[in-house]
C-alpha cells in the first residue's frame, strides 16, 4: 500500500501542474515573462533528471536480473548433464539379472533404514 502512495508521490512531484492541454495553455500565453520560463524549464529539467537517473537505475536492475538468470540456466543445464549422466548408469545397472537383484537388496536396507529412522523419530517424540 506504501508503495502506490510513492508511486503516486513521486508521479505528482514529475508531473505536477501539467494537465491535459496545460503545457499549450502555457506557451500560448503572451503575458509569460522570461522568468517564468527559466523557472519552468529548471523544473522541467529537474524532472529529465530524476526521469533519467530512475531510468537507469531500471537498467542496471534489469542487467543485475540478466546475469542472475544467465547463472541459473547454466546451473540447470549442468544439473540436466548430471542427472542423464545417472540415469544412465542406473540403466547399465538394471540390463542384468544380478544387478537387478542387487538393486533390490540395496533399496531394502534404505527402506529398513527409513523405517527405523521414523520409528526413532516417533518415539522419541513421544517421550
Not at 505536477?16 to 520560463?37: M, S, T
Not at 546451473?75 to 545397472?93: E, I, Q
Not at 538394471?94 to 533399496?107: C, D, E, G, L, Y
Amino acid at each position: 500500500m506504501n508503495s502506490r502512495r510513492d508511486r503516486r508521490s513521486i508521479r505528482a512531484a514529475l508531473f505536477d501542474g501539467i494537465e491535459e492541454g496545460g503545457v499549450r495553455a502555457l506557451y500560448n500565453n503572451h503575458d509569460i515573462d522570461e522568468h517564468d520560463n527559466n523557472i519552468a524549464i529548471d523544473g522541467l529539467q529537474d524532472r529529465v533528471n530524476i526521469l533519467k537517473a530512475l531510468t537507469g537505475d531500471i537498467h542496471e536492475e534489469m542487467e543485475t536480473h540478466n546475469k542472475l538468470l544467465d547463472k541459473m540456466g547454466h546451473s540447470m543445464d549442468a544439473s540436466r548433464g548430471t542427472l542423464h549422466g545417472n540415469l544412465d548408469r542406473f540403466k547399465k545397472v538394471f540390463q542384468t539379472k544380478s544387478n537387478r537383484h542387487m538393486a533390490a537388496i540395496v533399496a531394502s536396507f534404505i527402506a529398513t533404514f527409513f523405517l527405523i529412522y521414523y520409528l526413532i523419530r516417533c518415539l522419541s517424540a513421544i517421550e
